[in-house]
T-cell receptor, first 113, second 110 residues
Framework: KAGVTQTPRYLIKTRGQQVTLSCSPISGHRSVSWYQQTPGQGLQFLFEYFSETQRNKGNFPGRFSGRQFSNSRSEMNVSTLELGDSALYLC????????????FGEGSWLTVV | GEDVEQSLFLSVREGDSSVINCTYTDSSSTYLYWYKQEPGAGLQLLTYIFSNMDMKQDQRLTVLLNKKDKHLSLRIADTQTGDSAIYFCAEDGNTGKLIFGQGTTLQVKP
């Protein structure tokens, strides 16, 4: 059974640009969450999607957005990139909300220059 | 508010037991988790415990939960060099999102 797949794994963007990251959850999982990991702030929750609906949103500016498709795949978008957006973006997959088996992908490393 | 605290660093010798501690504040958590992160990698789910349990054992891993003190620990028996990594505890809070600690770096010396 394939795990959580995130693409791209590494990318470099320039300030002011926008970026789209993709996440394919484990087959059969319908809930996808996104987290940002930085050395200074640690792991912080961005948002959670279930059945194409955003259920929860973390404390991030509106430049951070996401969506989920009917096949449960999810994308997150960051517009007008800032240097501080450089981070590891992790996607988590679980069968449904409130479960006990939350699996993470390998992450997308974003560097903003 | 929701908060999870961990010590930052632990060093042990190969073959010894490692104990990583964590405290949390949200008593409404349903599950508490332990994740492992190796350099350049994502988070690997090691184990989890339901908040009504006191202990859970899974091969070399033992999780102890003291709900009264909001204290969680992860014991790794017979620690190996391959166990060197950062270990995160997390609670699921009252909104379903995971609240993570800062991570404990485990160094295993041969």
């Amino acid at each position: 059974k394939a795990g959580v797949t995130q693409t791209p794994r590494y990318l470099i963007k320039t300030r002011g640009q926008q970026v789209t990251l993709s996440c394919s959850p484990i087959s059969g999982h319908r809930s996808v969450s996104w987290y940002q990991q930085t050395p200074g702030q640690g792991l912080q929750f961005l948002f959670e999607y279930f059945s194409e609906t955003q259920r929860n949103k973390g404390n991030f500016p509106g430049r951070f957005s996401g969506r989920q498709f009917s096949n449960s795949r999810s994308e997150m978008n960051v517009s007008t990139l800032e240097l501080g957006d450089s981070a590891l973006y992790l996607c988590a997959s679980e069968p449904g909300p409130g479960g006990n088996t939350i699996y993470f992908g390998e992450g997308s490393w974003l560097t903003v220059v | 508010g929701e908060d999870v605290e961990q010590s930052l660093f632990l060093s042990v010798r190969e073959g010894d037991s490692s104990v990583i501690n964590c405290t949390y504040t949200d008593s409404s958590s349903t599950y508490l988790y332990w994740y492992k992160q190796e350099p350049g990698a994502g988070l690997q789910l090691l184990t989890y415990i339901f908040s009504n349990m006191d202990m859970k054992q899974d091969q070399r891993l033992t999780v102890l939960l003291n709900k009264k003190d909001k204290h969680l620990s992860l014991r790794i028996a017979d620690t190996q060099t391959g166990d060197s990594a950062i270990y995160f505890c997390a609670e699921d809070g009252n909104t379903g999102k995971l609240i993570f600690g800062q991570g404990t770096t485990l160094q295993v010396k041969p």
